[in-house]
């Protein structure tokens, strides 16, 4: 935009020059340069609004997770038309401008490889979306809450309140164990009777406590499973389904209804056990008793 | 331990059957105490609160019945019970206490697998566990509500598809109404099967709406839903289930006494196959 030189300017010329700045700026170049920092200040302000609106409206219509890409997308969008309207203000040429960043793209590529590496992956794993905000994963040894779901990293919380970074890259390279996708959830108790129990018996009292507690599932039905016949015990899994809201509270309850009937009904979960021969023949071994 | 100055006034039914649910009053400070089935509660109300207190036994198919009695000394609840207390400006002496039909789908299996030839039909009895709900104020809204006895979590559907989530009716289906145990925290809804399909219909298990159902009381104090109609249709895949205006009129007079927590339009709906078998 040109501005005609108006004789008003003069003053404000003057003024420029005893402020020591005059030889930089003239008054027009002044005004240019204000307009410009306004128009950047105002567009980011309603960039802002516009952004959080579109974030708020799409909040009770989709999932979190698409209503806070939508609202960054188009704060992304709406701030860089803010400063390529600035930076047109101000008189740069936009196409020679991008001409040079071209050139820059390569030279800054190279140093970049890892961000982009990030930044592909994170595009890639919102198209797939193994998660979601809000769900619970497992990374190697990491469990936690997805906090955010950003370009080049996805946030954990985890479940004594630690903040752990992830880059996306790592994500997309190794293998991730997603606990809430699914709406039940299995819990398998893995316990041991000693050799002596009645196998029907204790399948008998591990079903009817299954039954017995509301936040096990009827159907699908609990699974009894013999595993081998171990060192010290007769190893077996009882796996029960639970809601997922409810598998914590299930996972404690049932564990601990099952010690208590055991107890109650005198089945044994034996310590782990070894027994000493000297030979074909043994002896019994001497035991000397002494009062204490 | 109802005192003769202050007996609860219960609605007239003109018979003899108590009825743990309808319109109550309480004076203030002072307890009232119901048994129904497993369940103990006690209700409490202060001028500017009503107090609520339940605990339940271990079997589901006890069948005491107690409604309203004055609670003197000696029968305040255990330690172990459940208290909730709501805060108002002020609060009337006149509740009701209603029963309710379960949140969720209920499912629910005959004692053997039935199998029904195309064209045929079945008719089951299945016995519903009923919660129990307050309504205080005039008009009167819903206060606290809990379930008599808390039914066992199931799923339907495949693992991996949200929204399964159901109740276990705790009790089998019946071929006969003379079969099923009839007690008051359990209402009575009788389902008639059709299978128009040309292939036979293997009935395992059935999948009953009940946030969808109605509550009617018939004169002898006994709960019923409307009568249901579940059919099968020609192609074999889909299914379509249909609601009654009342129970079926062998039972005799009822009165509409809970509307559906979720209303269905009244005719078909039509469903796939799988959502209720």
Redesign the interface.
């Given at each position: 935009m040109r501005l005609t030189v108006f004789s008003r300017w003069i003053p404000m010329n003057e003024w420029l020059r005893s402020l020591g700045i005059g030889e930089w700026f003239s008054a027009e170049q002044a005004v240019i340069l204000l307009q410009a920092v306004i128009t950047l200040v105002v567009g980011l302000v309603l960039a802002r609004l516009v952004s959080s609106g579109v974030g708020r409206f799409l909040a009770s219509r989709t999932t979190r997770q698409a209503s806070t890409l939508a609202r960054r997308m188009t704060l992304y969008v709406l701030v860089v038309l803010v400063a390529a309207s600035a930076v047109h203000q101000l008189g740069f040429k936009l196409g020679v401008l991008l001409g040079a960043a071209g050139v820059l793209t390569v030279a800054v590529g190279f140093a970049a490889q890892t961000s982009a590496s990030n930044l592909i992956s994170g595009l890639f794993l919102i198209a797939e979306r193994p998660f979601v905000l809000g769900d619970i994963i497992r990374v190697s040894d990491i469990t936690g809450e997805i906090h955010s779901i950003d370009l080049l990293s996805v946030k954990l919380r985890t479940f004594d309140n630690l903040y752990v970074r992830l880059p996306n890259e790592e994500l997309i390279k190794s293998r991730i164990t997603n606990l809430t996708h699914f709406p039940i959830r299995r819990k398998d108790v893995q316990l041991g009777v000693a050799y002596k129990e009645d196998l029907s018996k204790v399948k008998a009292i591990l079903f009817e406590l299954a039954d017995r507690n509301p936040l096990c599932l009827d159907e699908p039905a609990p699974l009894f499973i013999f595993q081998k016949f171990g060192d010290s015990a007769l190893e077996l899994q009882f796996s029960v389904w639970a809601l997922r809201e409810n598998y914590l509270e299930l996972n404690n309850n049932i564990q601990q209804e099952i010690k208590q009937a055991f107890d109650e009904r005198g089945i044994e979960i034996p310590f782990p056990h070894r027994t000493l021969y000297a030979g074909s023949a043994t002896e019994p071994f001497p035991v000397r008793v002494v009062d204490r | 331990m109802s005192g003769a100055d202050s007996a609860p006034k219960i609605a007239d039914r003109g018979d003899d059957s108590v009825r743990w649910w309808g319109s109550f009053s309480i004076d203030a400070d002072s307890v009232l105490r119901w048994r129904v089935g497993p369940m103990r509660m006690w209700l409490a109300r202060t001028d500017r609160e009503w107090r609520v207190a339940h605990e339940r036994g271990s079997d589901p198919f006890e069948s005491a019945l107690e409604a309203a009695e004055l609670c003197r000394d000696g029968c305040e609840s255990s330690p172990g019970a459940v208290r909730v207390r709501f805060g108002f400006r002020s609060t009337t002496d006149m509740f009701r206490v209603l029963p309710a039909l379960p949140d969720r789908a209920l499912?629910v299996r005959p004692e053997e697998p039935i199998h029904l030839p195309s064209g045929e039909e079945s008719i089951l009895f299945i016995s519903i566990p009923l919660w129990i709900g307050i309504h205080t104020g005039a008009p009167s809204t819903p206060l606290y509500e809990t379930p008599i006895f808390?039914?066992?979590?199931?799923?339907?559907g495949p693992?991996?598809?949200?929204?399964?989530?159901c109740y276990?009716s705790g009790t089998r289906a019946r071929s006969s109404l003379e079969d099923l145990a009839l007690l008051p925290q359990r209402a009575v809804s009788v389902v008639r099967i059709l299978n128009h399909a040309d292939s036979e219909l293997p009935l395992e298990r059935i999948r009953l709406p009940s946030p969808n159902l109605s509550l009617f009381a018939s004169q002898d104090g006994q709960l019923w839903t409307e009568a249901v109609t579940l059919e099968r249709k020609e192609d074999g895949q889909s299914a379509s289930i249909d609601l009654e205006r009342g129970p079926s009129g062998e039972i005799g007079p009822t009165e509409l006494l809970v509307e559906p927590r979720e209303p269905m339009e009244r005719g078909l709906l039509m469903r796939a196959f799988d959502g209720l078998f």
């Open positions: - | 499912i808390r039914p066992s979590d199931t799923w339907f693992p991996t598809v949200a929204g399964g989530s276990a």
